[in-house]
């Protein structure tokens, strides 16, 4: 099936790391995309195409794939990072197109 | 700049038809390579795509939705529509309309509308 896996919740304390990951079996085969979203707000783009960052979303925002598994990295995490974060993927290249969100990771920054 | 808002009833009743307007500025959709998507949140809930329509007027639907959704535009007036039948309780939620970059290789939402909160009850 054409799901994508994320981890319900991560905590990092600020100035830490923050890394979450999406799993799902069609991404060696398709591109990995991340939106942040605020209580409230719609989603944002923070990352495309696995590791490309739309212009004004900042550099601590990092993008990776590997195998099964896309990675949002967030370096230096300050407290506007808390938000939901989503994992999204695509197949495009036929009919009919199939896109998949994932079920979203709270980022909580202690 | 690129903005995108939604517009739409707030309420709607059991079986009834939901029909909801997007209207965008900074883009045209009659320009090459432009498309534009609807994507629902029921609340608490995670993100699902529903359609898109692009500068061609070509239309693609989510497969579990297919039956129900109709997607349309109107290029004089940077506007898209979508009508869903048959609403039902478990349809409540928020509404997006997003600018979506799509090929054969790539598809996603690179700008969002703010959305709008449908809720069905009688």
């Known amino acids: 099936s054409y799901e994508l896996t994320q981890p319900p919740s991560v905590s990092v304390s600020p100035g830490q790391t923050a890394r979450i990951t999406c799993s799902g079996d069609?991404?060696?085969?398709?591109?990995g995309y991340w939106y942040q979203q605020k209580p409230g707000q719609a989603p944002v783009l923070v990352i495309y195409?696995?590791?490309e960052r739309p212009s004004g979303i900042p550099e601590r925002f990092s993008g990776s794939s590997s195998g099964t598994t896309v990675t949002l990295t967030i370096s230096g995490v300050q407290a506007e990072d808390e938000a939901d974060y989503y994992c999204?993927?695509?197949?495009?290249?036929?009919?009919?197109?199939?896109?998949?969100f994932g079920g979203g990771t709270k980022l909580t920054v202690l | 700049q690129v903005t995108l808002r939604e517009s739409g009833p707030a309420l709607v009743k059991p079986t009834q038809t939901l029909t909801l307007t997007c209207t965008f500025s900074?883009?045209?959709?009659?320009?090459?390579?432009?498309?534009v998507s609807w994507v629902r949140q029921p609340p608490g809930k995670a993100l699902e795509w529903l359609a898109l329509?692009?500068?061609?007027?070509?239309?693609y639907y989510s497969t579990s939705l297919k039956t129900r959704l109709t997607i349309s535009k109107d290029t004089s007036k940077n506007q898209v529509v979508l009508t869903m039948t048959n609403m039902d309780p478990v349809d409540t939620a928020t509404y997006y309309c997003?600018?979506?970059?799509?090929?054969?290789?790539?598809?996603?939402?690179?700008?969002w509308g703010q959305g709008t909160l449908v809720t069905v009850s009688s």
């Open positions: 997003a600018r979506t970059q799509y090929s054969g290789s790539y598809f996603y939402f690179d700008y």
């Open positions: 900074g883009f045209s959709l009659s320009t090459s390579a432009m498309c």
């Open positions: 329509i692009d500068w061609d007027d070509d239309k």
């Open positions: 069609a991404l060696p085969k398709q591109y």
């Open positions: 195409k696995d590791s």
């Open positions: 999204q993927s695509a197949d495009s290249s036929g009919v009919p197109i199939r896109v998949v």
